[in-house]
């Protein structure tokens, strides 16, 4: 099956520092979703990425769909104490079927 | 509102119980899944549901029967439960299945199931 790799396992920042997480996969999606998930809930969506090459932002985060279709990478700038949380990529080829990273998990010193 | 509710939040049960989780979704979502989140927080798909059809069944025991009697619900038993099966379970749903800006998935709060 397919598998996605994402680094890094988890950061430890200070707020203001810049972040950068990304996913990598030996084969080929049309489709990378970011997701964050904090203590006790569900993970919640925060960038979708439908087209090799794209750059999409949402606020202070910006994802990009690499032109090789195999990776994607999350930067989030001047982190806040809120951030905390694991991030998740997710890739999809076939319909339905989203395969997620392992998680990212972020921890932010105020 | 909320969107993708389930319940219970929380279920301690005993080994080789039959428990059932309920979840229900408000956004006139066509497709519903569920998820497991082990204790390293890696989460798999287990059933995918688009139009209480069943389209995504992936290696999951028998032991865990999913069912949906409307497009809102999708609720999963679970039979002779295992130690192994304690981890949090998630559903989700999203508007569209296979379509480009369809594929994004809606979380709920999840279930956190012990078996002791």
Redesign the interface.
Known sequence: GQQLNQSPQSMFIQEGEDVSMNCTSSSIFNTWLWYKQEPGEGPVLLIALYKAGELTSNGRLTAQFGITRKDSFLNISASIPSDVGIYFCAGLLNAGKSTFGDGTTLTVKP | DTA?SQTPKYLVTQMGNDKSIKCEQNLGHD?M?WYKQDS??????MF?Y?NKEL??NETVPNRFSPKSPDKAHLNLHINSLELGDSAVY?C?S?QD??L??G????????TRLTVL
């Open positions: 993708v497709t899944y390293k927080k890696f989460l798999k798909i995918s688009n389209i995504i998630f989700a999203s299945f296979g480009a800006g594929d994004e998935q809606f979380f709920g709060p999840g």
